[in-house]
């Protein structure tokens, strides 16, 4: 069973579009997040989660809002997109928010690419 | 918050002990070391972490200095799928645990 799943795993749209990435974790886990890859492979956070509750807003622009469901779900919405939104979009986990110790676990990552 | 610093590249022969090395003068004492890898178009894999001892898994064994200011990570045998890039991590115990990852190194096992 996947721990960290999202989906899509790859997208591909134009500029100006509104478009969700999803995100669900099996691991009974109260933290979620969304990292960023850049073409220069760089790994920032955007944002953390906890028990459905917006925790760290990174400096992200406005355009990018995560939602929380339940603590199970942390779905990314972005729009008017850029194309410099362009980037692996990662999804992840971990049992506590400041749990010194805890790990984080990643999903597979979702390629956006904005035309 | 505690500052990691890798080597950008290294190489290993297949079979072969690979030992990556990472400094992070600058660590609190309550602060971890965690390792995690990320193979090509996948996510980062979480590998192991510790604190003040030595730690051993399935995947690798830590070492940690005893004045915690650097740390090696040991593949034991490694495999052409342990080609990856490996990053050093100590998460600030100030920020919430946050999770900062750098450039890494980059691991290639050479057949």
């Known amino acids: 069973d996947t721990a960290v799943s999202q989906t899509p795993k790859y997208l591909v749209t134009q500029m100006g579009n509104d478009k969700s990435i999803k995100c669900e974790q099996n691991?009974?886990?109260?933290?979620m997040y969304w990292y960023k890859q850049d073409s220069k492979k760089f790994l920032k956070i955007m944002f953390s989660y906890n028990n459905k509750e917006l925790i760290i807003n990174e400096t992200v622009p406005n355009r990018f809002s995560p939602k929380s469901p339940d603590k199970a779900h942390l779905n990314l919405h972005i729009n008017s997109l850029e194309l410099g939104d362009s980037a692996v979009y990662f999804c992840?986990?971990?049992?506590?928010?400041?749990?010194?110790?805890?790990?984080?676990?990643f999903g597979e990552g979702s390629w956006l690419t904005v035309v | 918050d505690a500052k990691t610093t890798q080597p950008t590249s290294m190489d290993c022969a297949e079979g072969r002990a690979a030992n990556l090395p990472c400094n992070h003068s600058?660590?609190?004492?309550?602060?971890?070391v965690y390792w995690y890898r990320q193979i090509h178009s996948q996510g980062p894999q979480y590998i192991i972490h510790g604190l003040k001892n030595n730690e051993t898994n399935e995947m690798a064994s830590l070492i940690i200095t005893e004045d915690r200011k650097s740390s090696t990570l040991i593949l034991p045998h490694a495999t052409l799928r342990d080609t990856a890039v490996y990053y050093c991590?100590?998460?600030?115990?100030?920020?919430?645990?946050?999770?900062?990852f750098g450039t890494g190194t980059s691991l290639t096992v050479i057949p």
């Open positions: 992840a986990s971990s049992q506590e928010f400041q749990g010194l110790g805890d790990t984080i676990y």
């Open positions: 691991l009974g886990h109260d933290t």
């Open positions: 600058t660590i609190s004492g309550n602060e971890y």
């Open positions: 991590i100590v998460p600030p115990s100030n920020t919430g645990n946050q999770f900062y």
